[in-house]
């Protein structure tokens, strides 16, 4: 079955290092989204790339995270310097947009970030 | 901005119980899908509504969408231990563009044996 691979499924890191997140897309899907997840907030969409192209980053704070798309088989998600207030679990999602009838949003593990 | 709000965000029942979760937006969507997440696990796609008033069943849950098109439910009839997760809805606006995919709180469902 097609799925959608990210890498690492777990990181813990000392505050102030860089973290990167790595998302395989599923084959053919047009649109990478990439969600935090906390206890507190939910699932929150930080940022997403249609064909490639990233369309919307306002839920991302800027000045520590970057996200990118350099080939259609790879996304990225950075933070540096990363603080404990990172801590949360990261999710990739992929999906074929606009949403037709019964197109929904594939998610990969996640990456479960602990900042110390 | 467009906003989901879903209640209750905890529920805890007995095994053998219904269980009910709400989800209601700010605006009109042009369809509302439902997930469900496992504890540990990630959110997997469970149904999507488009139609007002549309009523969708799976086994032992059953889909609403509102007459309005602002807000949707999710019962579930008897409860089983495998129903444990949480349940999550996201909407869509008519543009269809991902920014406007929003998703509510979850509901956290606990199902005691």
């Known amino acids: 079955d097609a799925r959608v691979t990210q890498t690492p499924r777990h990181k813990v890191t000392e505050m102030g290092q860089e973290v990167t997140m790595r998302c395989q897309p599923i084959?053919?899907?047009?649109?990478v989204f990439w969600y935090r997840q906390t206890m507190m907030q939910g699932l929150e969409l930080l940022a997403y790339?249609?064909?490639?192209?990233?369309?919307?980053d306002s839920g991302m704070p800027k000045d520590r995270f970057s996200a990118e798309m350099p080939d259609a088989t790879l996304a990225t998600l950075k933070i540096q310097p990363s603080e404990p207030r990172d801590s949360a679990v990261y999710f990739c999602?992929?999906?074929?947009?606009?949403?037709?009838?019964?197109?929904?949003?594939?998610f990969g593990s996640g990456t479960q970030l602990s900042v110390l | 901005g467009q906003q989901v709000m879903q209640i209750p965000q905890y529920q805890h029942v007995q095994e053998g119980e219904d269980f009910t979760t709400y989800c209601n937006s700010s605006?009109?969507?042009?369809?509302i899908q439902w997930y469900k997440q496992r504890p540990g696990g990630h959110p997997v796609f469970l149904i999507q509504?488009?139609?007002?008033?549309e009523v969708k069943k799976q086994k032992r849950l059953t889909f609403q969408f509102g007459e309005a098109k602002k807000n949707s439910s999710l019962h579930i009839t008897a409860t089983q231990t495998t129903d444990v997760g949480t349940y999550f809805c996201?909407?869509?606006?008519?543009?269809?563009?991902?920014?406007?995919?929003?998703f509510g709180s979850g509901t956290q469902l606990t199902v005691l044996p």
């Open positions: 999602a992929s999906g074929f947009l606009p949403l037709a009838t019964n197109e929904k949003l594939f």
């Open positions: 084959l053919g899907h047009n649109t």
């Open positions: 790339f249609r064909n490639r192209a990233p369309l919307d």
């Open positions: 605006t009109t969507l042009s369809n």
């Open positions: 509504l488009v139609k007002s008033g």
């Open positions: 996201a909407g869509t606006l008519s543009s269809g563009s991902a920014r406007q995919l929003t």
